[in-house]
């Protein structure tokens, strides 16, 4: 399966530390990538052309309806026959055609069994779409939306999901987080468990910090506009992230400095970051520095990139080919249109990077490029359309 996760947590926020981004150079020891973190902090930003990377681009609208007003996606997930969009500030989970025509509203918000309240993870295939919010896995008929499945924590004999990820043979992985260890268990398609494994235990600490209001969903008012900064004093854990890709399954987690992947019955370093003499202390106390703190579940991977962001929003980009890691900043340039706009994927699903664009700023942008399909595209919308998913196909 192909894993697509929220940028953010529900109002509790996991960290983690893995780098932060520069240009700098890395190397490769065995399987496992080396990047010297620490002789990047004084580099500029680095430009990267969008063309250097995608092989071609194009812009779905998303259907405005009366009732489907979408004003922030916090994610999105993609099958042969649909997209399902994640709306941030409702979260209500939609349906729609591969051209962006609505087809129908997925689940129901609430606190009864059968219904959710939030969405962290967002899962589909062909036949099925799949929803995690840490009490409840939602499994729905793509073609009908009747629940196919739901399970809770206890079901599973757990006490929460502390983090869900979706895997290509239609398994999961889920991690069970207590006070004492974390434990990742992966179920297969009849969440029977099939292999599990302990990683990085548990440590808290207390650190003020300050979220931006896009990284907030209140639980009971989640249509609530949030316009401030709310700083917090919050634990810190060694809570383990867990992602995948190419069916490896990747581990990452605060104050670490290596990600690690299992294959084989064990698990191995993949890419380790060096930071010198640069303490945890000097990166998390008093407070968090987000330009050396890496946000753990910002982390997307590629055959030949890892993609990140840190806590100060900066885009970061380490080539697995060539050993170069750059801080662009806002991101890729978008040459491919001659706009000149700043590219950066919200999703990517096997060979496809994922972005969402108000329509307000695709009218703009299109307003100044060249190219015909955005033009055609905007012609057709208004500043209050809902959003444009642009789709950048890797080379």
Known sequence: ?????????????????????????????????????????????????????????EYIPIE?????????VSTIATSDNYIYVLCNSTQNLYQFGPDGKFVKKIGVRGRAKNEYMAVRSLYADNETVTLEFGRKIITYSAETAEIQSVYEPSDLNMNVFGNVFFLNDGATAIMNSTDTCNVV???DKEMQIKDSFE??????????????????????????????NIVL????????????????????????DTI???TDNRLVPFATINYGDISNEQRFEPVLKGNLSVNAISV???????L???????????????GIAVNLGKGFINDIDGTGEHFWPTQIQGNKMYQVVSADLFIEAAAESNSQKMKQVAATLTEESNPVIVVATLK
């Open 233 to 256: 004093a919050i634990d810190w854990e060694y809570n383990p992230y867990i992602f995948a890709h190419n069916g490896q399954l990747r581990i990452s987690s605060p104050f670490m």
């Open 64 to 72: 405005t309806k009366s009732d489907v007003l979408i004003s922030d």
């Open 185 to 187: 268990y992966i179920f």
């Open 260 to 262: 690690m992947t299992y």
């Open 1 to 57: 399966m192909k894993n697509i996760f929220l940028r953010t947590v529900i109002i509790c926020l996991t960290v983690s530390a893995l780098c932060s981004c520069s240009s700098n150079s890395a190397s490769k020891s065995s399987d496992n990538y080396i990047i010297d973190y620490h002789s990047l902090l004084e580099a500029n930003e680095s430009e990267a052309n969008l063309s250097q990377y995608i092989s071609d681009i």
């Open 300 to 306: 997307k991977e590629t055959d030949n990139m890892l």
């Open 308 to 322: 990140f962001q840190n806590w100060s929003e900066e885009n970061c980009v380490f080539n697995k080919e060539t």
């Open 199 to 228: 990683v990085f235990s548990p440590v808290k600490k207390k650190i003020q910090t300050s979220i931006a209001p896009h990284n907030i969903v209140l639980m009971n008012n989640p249509g609530k506009e949030i316009k401030q």
